[in-house]
């Protein structure tokens, strides 16, 4: 099936600190989701993108929807321990049924 | 309050042995999915249904199936589970006009 990369795999900050990361694909996405999942629970929805180039934000949070269509970017500003966590791109296709392709999640882990 | 329920939560079961996975969401939504979780691989999807008794295969829908006979409730089914089934499994809806779905909080199967 179709395949997210999404990069990096886990991330050890410090708290306080700027966190970036991102996903891309070699096929063409209508809709970009960031999901963060705490541990024992499902992901929850932190931001949606709807239309190549929307750059929207969510608090600390500021995500983008790539011009080519094939990649996304979530960026999480002055870091706190509650941000810590596993994160999840997920992309709808153009073509075919209602389905979300996800990525395989970075690992987010804070030191105070 | 809106949510999506699943049962149980936790199980540990022999090979062979059929076992059902309950899903159940409160908010009329026409859309519903499982997906699979596993270490460095993400959220894959096994079956998704777009409405009452509509239902087709996702990325990994081998050994299990779904029934949607109605709307609030989407059940998951291995017939005969195997240890490669041991998972953690997801139930997500979502409208079918968007794709911000909304999960469950997981079931930890084992499968031994």
């Known amino acids: 099936g179709q395949q997210l990369n999404q990069s990096p795999q886990s991330m050890f900050i410090q708290e306080g600190e700027d966190v970036s990361m991102n996903c891309t694909s070699s096929?063409?996405?209508?809709?970009w989701l960031w999901y963060k999942q705490d541990p024992g629970e499902g992901p929850v929805l932190l931001i949606a993108?709807?239309?190549?180039?929307e750059l929207t934000s969510n608090g600390r949070l500021t995500a983008q929807f790539g011009i080519t269509r094939k990649d996304s970017f979530l960026n999480i500003s002055a870091s706190i321990p509650s941000d810590v966590g596993i994160y999840f791109c997920?992309?709808?296709?153009?073509?075919?049924?209602?389905?979300?392709?996800f990525g395989q999640g970075t690992r987010l882990t804070i030191n105070p | 309050e809106a949510q999506v329920t699943q049962n149980p939560r936790y199980l540990i079961t022999v090979t062979g042995k059929k076992l059902t996975v309950t899903c159940s969401q409160n908010?009329?939504?026409?859309?519903m999915s499982w997906y699979r979780q596993d270490p460095g691989l993400g959220l894959r999807q096994i079956y998704y249904?777009?409405?009452?008794?509509?239902?087709d295969k996702g990325d990994v829908p081998e050994g299990y199936k779904v029934s949607r006979k109605e709307k609030r409730n989407f059940p998951l089914i291995l017939e005969s589970p195997s240890p490669n089934q041991t998972s953690l499994y997801f139930c997500?809806?979502?409208?079918?006009?968007?794709?911000?779905?909304?999960f469950g909080q997981g079931t930890r199967l084992t499968v031994v």
């Open positions: 997500a809806s979502s409208t079918g006009e968007n794709t911000e779905a909304f």
């Open positions: 096929s063409i996405f209508n809709t």
């Open positions: 993108l709807y239309k190549a180039g």
């Open positions: 997920a992309g709808q296709l153009i073509q075919g049924a209602q389905k979300l392709v």
């Open positions: 908010m009329n939504h026409e859309y």
């Open positions: 249904s777009m409405n009452v008794e509509v239902t």
